[in-house]
């Protein structure tokens, strides 16, 4: 993942594309909220879709080395809430 690294004195130590200050997590926000990989280029010179998809990537591998245990819920408003997170 030559593409993104961390530097404690780059954006405090976040993952970021290699050369920028943009984090892996800005350009994951911009995919979540609709952004196509040629509007944030054309928007951000700087990022290549090459980019875009080692931020996808890095943030994949977490995901996947990552164990999620749902701890069980008491609540009827919390069973709402974690339906509607879980898109139930």
């Known amino acids: 993942m030559g593409r993104i690294v961390m530097d404690e004195g780059v954006c405090r130590g976040k993952p970021v594309?290699?050369?920028?200050?943009?984090?892996?997590e800005f350009v994951l926000e911009l995919l979540a909220n609709g952004w196509s990989t040629a509007g944030i280029t054309?928007?951000?010179p700087q990022l290549?879709?090459?980019d875009?998809?080692?931020?996808?990537h890095y943030a994949t591998s977490l995901l996947k080395e990552e164990s999620?245990?749902?701890?069980?819920?008491?609540s009827q408003e919390t069973k709402e809430e974690e339906d509607e997170i879980l898109g139930r």
Do not use: C, S
Request: net charge neutral; hydrophobic share 40%.
């Open 17 to 24: 594309i290699k050369g920028t200050r943009l984090t892996v």
């Open 42 to 44: 054309e928007n951000y």
């Open 48 to 50: 290549k879709e090459e």
């Open 52 to 56: 875009i998809f080692a931020a996808l």
């Open 68 to 74: 999620i245990y749902l701890l069980p819920r008491d």
